[in-house]
């Protein structure tokens, strides 16, 4: 069974960087799309971003546009947020997601597979 694995959250400085890695072990992963969403205490889980399986095409939330990018690496099963400029309000955990379609899903509904999170804390 896959199972993904988040890493490289930790605690930075508003306007400071972090690099999320999302590695899928014991399966495939190249036809996969996958997603980044996050969620904070008291908030519903929300979209952050996601990029087709061919690495060609992605999409990201408004709220990070120009900030966050996803990007990916078959041949490692692994994909990355690379989150610039952070702010108070990224605060949350952030999980990865793979979803088997087609396209850039956003809903939650459209990814099967989740990892446990990584927890990212932006201070001011």
């Known amino acids: 069974q896959v199972q993904l694995v988040e890493s490289g959250g930790g605690l930075v400085q508003a306007g400071g960087s972090l690099r999320l890695s999302c590695t899928a072990f014991?399966?495939?992963?190249?036809?996969?799309?996958m997603g980044w969403f996050r969620q904070a205490p008291g908030k519903e889980r929300e979209f952050v971003a996601s990029?087709?399986?061919?690495?060609?095409?992605?999409d990201t939330a408004n709220s990070v546009k120009g900030r966050f990018t996803i990007f990916r690496d078959n041949d490692k099963k692994t994909v990355y947020l690379q989150m610039n400029s952070l702010k108070p309000e990224d605060t949350a955990n952030y999980y990865c997601?793979?979803?088997?379609?087609?396209?850039?899903?956003?809903?939650?509904?459209?990814?099967?597979?989740w990892g446990q999170g990584t927890q990212v804390t932006v201070s001011s």
């Open positions: 997601a793979a979803a088997e379609v087609y396209g850039l899903p956003r809903s939650i509904h459209d990814f099967g597979l």
């Open positions: 014991g399966g495939t992963f190249g036809r996969y799309a």
């Open positions: 990029i087709a399986w061919d690495r060609v095409a992605s």
